[in-house]
Nanobody, 124 residues
Framework: QVQLVESGGGLVQAGGSLRLSCAAS????????MGWFRQAPGKEREFVAT????????RYADSVKGRFTISRDNAKNTVSLQMNSLKPEDTAVYYC?????????????????WGQGTQVTVSS
């Protein structure tokens, strides 16, 4: 069973930065697409960012474009999300997700594996 483990969440003031990391338990995701989603209290889980496999192409939600950057290190089997200029509305549980496929997609149902999530809280 593949496991994804997130780390790096925490409490930060508005305008600050955090870096989330996601480690896969096996080398399954080398070359596969990975993504980040988030879920705020009382809201649906929503797409944040994704990065392709071999192409390394990326896509972002409009709400985070220009502030967040997704990257991957295939040698370490990790995916990261650098979050800058954080806003209170970024407060949510952030989930790492992995696909069996290689193409980027923003649709939650196309992701096959999920981490347990890490809390990000941005104070005003």
């Amino acid at each position: 069973q593949v496991q994804l483990v997130e780390s790096g969440g925490g409490l930060v003031q508005a305008g600050g930065s955090l870096r989330l990391s996601c480690a896969a338990s096996r080398g399954t995701f080398i070359g596969n697409a990975m993504g980040w989603f988030r879920q705020a209290p009382g809201k649906e889980r929503e797409f944040v960012a994704t990065i392709g496999g071999s192409s390394g192409s990326t896509r972002y939600a409009d709400s985070v474009k220009g502030r967040f950057t997704i990257s991957r290190d295939n040698a370490k089997n990790t995916v990261s999300l650098q979050m800058n200029s954080l806003k209170p509305e970024d407060t949510a549980v952030y989930y790492c997700a992995g696909r069996r496929g290689v193409g980027v997609t923003t649709t939650r149902s196309t992701y096959d594996y999920w981490g347990q999530g890490t809390q990000v809280t941005v104070s005003s």
